[in-house]
């Protein structure tokens, strides 16, 4: 008799150390799809997504990859156009997502690292899901010490993504990450109980 392949879904606002934590369970042996990277191949260079990009506008490559920044000052002029985007990237990180299942079929726990994993119905992809959360004066103090964003364009992000207490509710497993060491005792500890009750 064999056993079910256990799929971790893992997510989690900005700022709340989701990369971190996907790290953690790489550490561990655990194979993560990691969606945002599955994006940036997508968009590089003879990546899977520039032919249709180009097809829907030329202006969206540049040298042969995705211009994001061409991308974001289309939607900011016309709304429709990342749902247009969408309908081209998503079959495409589905499919990304598909062969590396595939790929790792073996595995007895595998997670998938999916941002927007209840704003895009991931959800219903996975076996179970995971949240890393920290409180907000944490989590905001983590983005803005980045130095990459201003308050305004993490307050807009922000407002995109499902509310931390929602995502909070919806979760089977929540690791707070306020320290690198707790949070990897937390890791390790649900890596143990996953491939224990799944071996």
Do not use: C
């Not at 749902?83 to 998503?90: G, L």
Request: avoid cysteine.
């Amino acid at each position: 008799m064999t056993t079910k392949r256990f799929i971790l879904g893992l997510t989690g606002s900005i700022g709340m150390g989701k990369s971190t934590t996907a790290q953690m369970f790489r550490d561990l042996g655990v194979p993560v799809w990691d969606a945002d990277q599955a994006v940036a191949e997508l968009y590089s260079k003879g990546g899977g997504a520039i032919e249709a990009l180009h097809a829907l506008n030329p202006n969206f490559v540049v040298d042969g990859a995705a211009d994001r920044q061409a991308m974001k000052q289309a939607i900011a002029a016309d709304a429709s156009v990342l749902t247009k985007i969408e309908n081209v990237i998503h079959p495409l990180v589905r499919a990304h997502r598909e062969k590396f299942l595939s790929s790792h079929a073996k595995d007895k726990l595998v997670v998938l690292d999916i941002p927007l994993l209840f704003e895009t119905g991931a959800q219903d992809q996975v076996d179970a899901i995971l949240v890393v959360s920290a409180p907000a004066h944490v989590q905001r103090e983590r983005v803005l010490e980045r130095g990459t964003m201003s308050p305004e364009m993490f307050e807009a992000i922000l407002a995109k993504q499902l509310p931390d207490a929602q995502k909070r509710a919806r979760a089977d497993f929540i690791i707070e990450t306020l320290t690198l060491e707790g949070t990897k005792a937390d890791v390790t500890s649900l890596v143990e109980d996953l491939r224990a009750s799944h071996a």
